[in-house]
């Protein structure tokens, strides 16, 4: 197998991995990552097919399983009890439970207050240049997600703090200081979110605490830890999903001067999914092999790890013509962007919906806004976000 030798905090790396993905695409389906340790997958046939593919999930094999360090404890209690970290048979009932509070219907009726907050940030916006990611692509869907839970939106500082804190544990940069933070943030959210489920279960509210207590599925419900993890993961991966996936929208955008008429209700879904496509929030997921088997030429042993790379599957000339080209109105076609398979994202039809509301009323109410410095994006991989988006209006 050849090698892909690539720090992934190299700034150039940060700032325009998909050249480097273009290299390593070229040589191959699957390149060993040399600072990952692991084989990675660059090419859309093989991101696509590795994520329904059975023989491979994100939860360890139990025989190689091991307890963590100590001073990790609080966010490895989060993460056991995480449907993001589940297979079969608990993934299914966990994602079952979930759906049953996190429905469609749920999701479409948020629609007329997003579409309101939105406003009533805009009408915040100053008359100077400002951090349209702080003022805007931030607020939206942390703002939503406390209406959501049913918690205080005073808290929402403190809500992105935590998910920040514990978000950074998948970055490449993490340090022992990045454990520490995290593993605090980890305990601190927990006690909030008792504090609020505790209560639920005899003062019943229209939220999703008060639905994901009640929901039940063949006979169990979940657990207190159950529902804590579902809780922070409703935020920790809708948040920095969503943030990610409004401001380097708005960024592209800007830059490519996209037409508003691309925002009518007839072309609003395709920009949404070239957005995504072009510039994901997530780049990397990782999943454990459950068998011996071989893929794309290369031997598989239980437990090897393999890296998926979404935004590489993304601009896979194969699938997508001039993939490097942002194209709003290039007809959908599916791409990684929130995963796929059992994992699929279940809160993408809620990231959808945000950026369908929160983009068009962004550009309407704002017609003249415009770039006031060059965005960078933040040395935060697997994450793909922008450290600040300066604009004016």
Same mark, same amino acid.
């Given at each position: 197998?050849?090698?892909?030798?690539?720090?992934?905090?190299? #700034?150039?790396?940060?700032?325009? $991995?998909?050249?480097?993905?273009?290299?390593?695409?070229?040589?191959?389906?699957?390149?060993?990552?040399?600072?990952?340790?692991?084989?990675?997958?660059?090419?859309?046939?093989?991101?696509? &097919?590795?994520?329904?593919?059975? @023989?491979?999930?994100?939860?360890? $094999?139990?025989?190689?399983?091991?307890?963590?360090? +100590?001073?990790?404890? $609080?966010?490895?209690?989060?993460?056991?009890?995480?449907?993001?970290?589940?297979? $079969?048979?608990?993934?299914?009932?966990?994602?079952?439970?979930?759906?049953?509070?996190?429905?469609?219907?749920?999701?479409?009726?948020?629609?007329?207050?997003?579409?309101?907050?939105?406003?009533?940030?805009?009408?915040?916006?100053?008359?100077? #240049?400002?951090?349209?990611?702080?003022?805007?692509?931030?607020?939206?869907?942390?703002?939503?997600?406390?209406?959501?839970?049913?918690?205080?939106?005073?808290?929402?500082?403190?809500?992105?703090?935590?998910?920040?804190?514990?978000?950074?544990?998948?970055?490449?940069? @993490?340090?022992?200081?990045?454990?520490?933070?995290?593993?605090?943030?980890?305990?601190?959210?927990?006690?909030?979110?008792?504090?609020?489920?505790?209560?639920?279960?005899?003062?019943?509210?229209?939220?999703?605490?008060?639905?994901?207590? *009640?929901?039940?599925?063949?006979?169990?419900?979940?657990?207190?830890?159950?529902?804590?993890?579902?809780?922070?993961?409703? %935020?920790?991966?809708?948040?920095?999903? &969503?943030?990610?996936?409004?401001?380097?929208?708005?960024?592209?955008?800007?830059? &490519?001067?996209?037409?508003?008429?691309?925002?009518?209700?007839?072309?609003?879904?395709?920009?949404?999914?070239?957005?995504?496509?072009?510039?994901?929030? %997530?780049?990397?997921?990782?999943?454990?092999?459950?068998?011996?088997?071989?893929?794309?030429?290369?031997?598989?042993?239980?437990? +090897?790890?393999?890296?998926?790379?979404?935004?590489? *599957?993304?601009?896979?000339?194969?699938?997508?013509?001039?993939?490097?080209?942002?194209?709003?109105?290039? #007809?959908?076609?599916?791409?990684?962007?929130?995963?796929?398979? %059992?994992?699929?994202?279940?809160? *993408?039809?809620?990231?959808?919906?945000?950026?369908?509301?929160?983009?068009?009323?962004?550009?309407?109410?704002?017609?003249?806004?415009?770039?006031?410095?060059? #965005?960078?994006?933040?040395?935060?991989?697997?994450?793909?976000?922008?450290?600040?988006?300066?604009?004016?209006?």
């Amino acid at each position: 197998m050849k090698t892909f030798d690539q720090d992934p905090t190299d #700034p150039a790396f940060v700032q325009n $991995p998909y050249a480097y993905y273009a290299e390593a695409r070229a040589q191959g389906p699957l390149l060993f990552w040399q600072q990952y340790k692991m084989p990675a997958a660059f090419t859309h046939e093989a991101v696509h &097919t590795i994520l329904r593919d059975r @023989r491979f999930g994100r939860e360890v $094999p139990t025989e190689m399983a091991i307890q963590g360090p +100590d001073h990790l404890a $609080p966010w490895l209690k989060v993460e056991a009890h995480s449907l993001l970290e589940a297979e $079969p048979p608990r993934h299914s009932r966990l994602r079952a439970l979930i759906l049953r509070a996190f429905t469609s219907r749920t999701i479409t009726a948020l629609t007329p207050d997003i579409e309101t907050l939105c406003h009533q940030l805009i009408d915040r916006f100053p008359d100077q #240049p400002f951090d349209l990611l702080n003022a805007y692509c931030t607020q939206v869907p942390v703002i939503t997600i406390c209406r959501l839970l049913g918690v205080p939106e005073k808290m929402a500082p403190e809500l992105l703090r935590w998910s920040h804190d514990m978000v950074a544990m998948y970055q490449a940069n @993490r340090t022992r200081q990045t454990e520490d933070t995290a593993a605090k943030s980890s305990a601190e959210f927990t006690a909030f979110l008792t504090e609020y489920i505790t209560p639920r279960r005899t003062d019943p509210r229209d939220d999703l605490i008060t639905r994901l207590i *009640a929901a039940e599925e063949e006979g169990t419900k979940l657990s207190t830890d159950e529902l804590i993890g579902t809780c922070i993961l409703v %935020l920790n991966a809708g948040h920095e999903a &969503t943030v990610h996936a409004l401001s380097n929208g708005v960024k592209t955008l800007l830059q &490519t001067k996209t037409q508003s008429h691309l925002f009518n209700p007839e072309t609003l879904d395709t920009t949404v999914e070239e957005i995504l496509r072009h510039d994901p929030p %997530l780049h990397m997921f990782t999943r454990y092999a459950y068998e011996e088997l071989t893929l794309f030429g290369h031997h598989f042993y239980r437990g +090897d790890q393999v890296a998926l790379l979404l935004g590489a *599957a993304n601009h896979d000339p194969t699938v997508w013509g001039a993939p490097d080209q942002f194209t709003p109105t290039r #007809p959908i076609q599916t791409n990684t962007s929130f995963g796929g398979g %059992l994992h699929f994202c279940v809160g *993408a039809p809620l990231a959808r919906l945000e950026m369908r509301v929160a983009l068009p009323i962004l550009f309407e109410r704002c017609p003249n806004l415009r770039l006031f410095e060059q #965005p960078q994006y933040s040395d935060t991989y697997h994450f793909h976000g922008l450290s600040n988006l300066i604009v004016q209006t």
